[in-house]
């Protein structure tokens, strides 16, 4: 039995939660997420808590799915009601984001700019030219936005430029050593 999928999953207020067969919808004040549940986890709302339960004596890969769905349950109920971002920093000389529209404009040291459609359900933001914030209620699609935009242009290890989360560190390695 999975320690995580034991937890019950809270629901706020202003979120609904359906499940109808075999397909779990969860609607709130950000949006509307809906993700089909595997038919060996059984889901029981009641009240205002979701539970998830698998049977005692199931295979090891139906206990590793009882965790997991009960994890991505719980980030649907988290995106819906307050939602998920992802910070990203540009480090380079002349390197800089901006936004227009539903698109990001990046300029990093490729010899045209790089435009990144924001997909529906995302938000893009830049606090200041070397910062930039997507913002969205799948934690899914947060995340993949972001990893094509740290994609654009990978950070370098001997100046560590280019686009690395904000919390990432970057090891830099010693450059060549001048002869004798």
Known sequence: MSRIGKKPIAIPAGVTVNFNDGV????????T?????DSCITV???????NLSCP???ERDVQAKHGLYRALIANMVKGVS????????????????AVQGDKLVLNIGYSHPIEVVAPQGIKFDCPTATDIVVSGFDKELVGQT??????????????AYG???????VTLKEGKKAGK
């Open 24 to 31: 779990i919808t969860v609607k709130g004040p950000k949006g």
């Open 33 to 37: 997420l809906s993700r089909s549940i």
């Open 44 to 50: 029981e709302i009641d009240g205002a808590v979701i």
């Open 56 to 58: 005692h004596d199931a």
């Open 82 to 97: 307050e939602g998920f971002s992802r910070n990203l920093v540009i480090n380079g000389v002349g390197y800089k984001a």
């Open 146 to 159: 972001a990893a094509n935009i740290k994609a654009k242009r990978p950070v370098e290890p001997y100046h």
């Open 163 to 169: 686009v690395r989360y904000k919390e990432e560190t």
